[in-house]
């Protein structure tokens, strides 16, 4: 059986590519499941026509997206890396920033921070986009200052993504589309011969999709992230994504503390300290209010 990758798929639909770099429309089975961006998968049939998929591989992570009911849709397959971009403008907001490295705890990734738009960074900017990431701070997490106008930084981004496979996530206008553009050169292509494949004109640029990087590894540029939803998170993978607090956090009087007013928080003690980010524990209240909520 060959093997090939999904690049996008729309309902039973998918467009994969092949071990020689071909894109085909393939089928999927009812008893095989959906296959999504991301999944390595074996297929047969007749190339271009009657391509089916097989078997889906095993993976080794799932984007989903939950709707208001709690409903799961899965959207992409086998990550290996979240790249959280930022930019001066539209502001950086630390709440999602919190959001996007939760995200990559549950997903089970690690977590890359990009600044972008560097040519427009003055010092009042910079020190309001490190406010926002005390949680990357505190995590590690490699940071990139790029810009998609001057190509700063671009090099070294690229380096850091060969051989992953990265969702790029982030509030619009910071610069996701124009990142794609600038690491992909063949974008335009690409995204036309995706469109003959589907045959049938169809809209494929709302759906998650795979792009090869041409130094290894792909980027993954996924609309329906955008509106993230955690509240399906268990406490303890969201308080694993907040590896600052969770030390206080364990010596809370109350195990299901929420560290606002209640007696014994030892995470309140510690903002009052000074040891904590105030913002890093309102993005953790936040999550698990909604938790409590959902
Ligand atoms: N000055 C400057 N502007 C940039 C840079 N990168 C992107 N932009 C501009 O920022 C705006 C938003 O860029 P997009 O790439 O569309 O942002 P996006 O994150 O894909 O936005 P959505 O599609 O809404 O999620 C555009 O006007 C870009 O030209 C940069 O490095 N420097
Ligand atoms: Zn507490």
């Known amino acids: 059986m060959d093997q090939a990758r999904v690049i996008v798929s729309f309902g039973a639909d998918s467009i994969i590519e092949t071990a020689d770099g071909q894109l085909h429309r393939a089928l999927t ?63 950086p907001d630390q709440r999602l920033v919190d959001r996007y490295l939760v995200l990559a705890t549950s997903l089970n990734v690690d977590p890359v921070v990009v600044i972008n738009k560097s040519d427009r960074l003055d010092d009042h900017d910079a020190s309001a986009v490190q406010a926002a990431l005390a949680g990357a701070h505190a995590r590690a997490c490699p940071i990139h200052t790029v810009s998609c106008a001057t190509g700063d930084g671009l090099e070294a981004l690229t380096a850091a993504l060969a051989d992953r496979t990265s969702l790029l996530v982030g509030q619009s206008g910071v610069g996701k589309s124009s990142l794609i553009n600038a690491l ?30 041409p130094g290894g590894g792909d980027l993954v540029d996924s609309p329906g992230v955008r509106i993230l939803r955690l509240a399906h998170l268990s406490r303890d993978v969201i308080e694993s994504g907040f590896p600052d607090i969770a030390p206080y956090a364990d010596a809370c009087e109350f195990r299901d ?38």
């Open 257 to 294: 503390c929420e560290h606002d007013r209640e007696p014994g928080c030892a995470v309140r003690a510690a903002v009052d300290q000074g040891r904590i980010d105030a913002g890093r524990v309102a993005s953790l209240q936040e999550l698990l209010a909604e938790r409590n909520a959902g």
């Open 184 to 213: 992909v050169p063949d974008r335009q292509a690409r995204t036309q011969a995706i469109s003959e494949a589907s045959g049938q004109g169809r809209h494929t640029t709302t759906e998650t999709t795979l792009y090869p990087l």
């Open 29 to 91: 089975r009812r008893r095989t499941g959906r296959a999504i961006a991301g999944d390595r998968v074996d297929w047969g049939g007749q190339p271009p026509h009657q391509v089916v998929i097989e078997r889906i591989q095993p993976r080794r992570n799932t984007l989903v997206r939950t709707n208001y009911r709690g409903q799961e849709r899965p959207l992409a397959a086998n990550l290996d890396q979240l790249v959280v971009v930022c930019a001066p403008q539209p502001a």
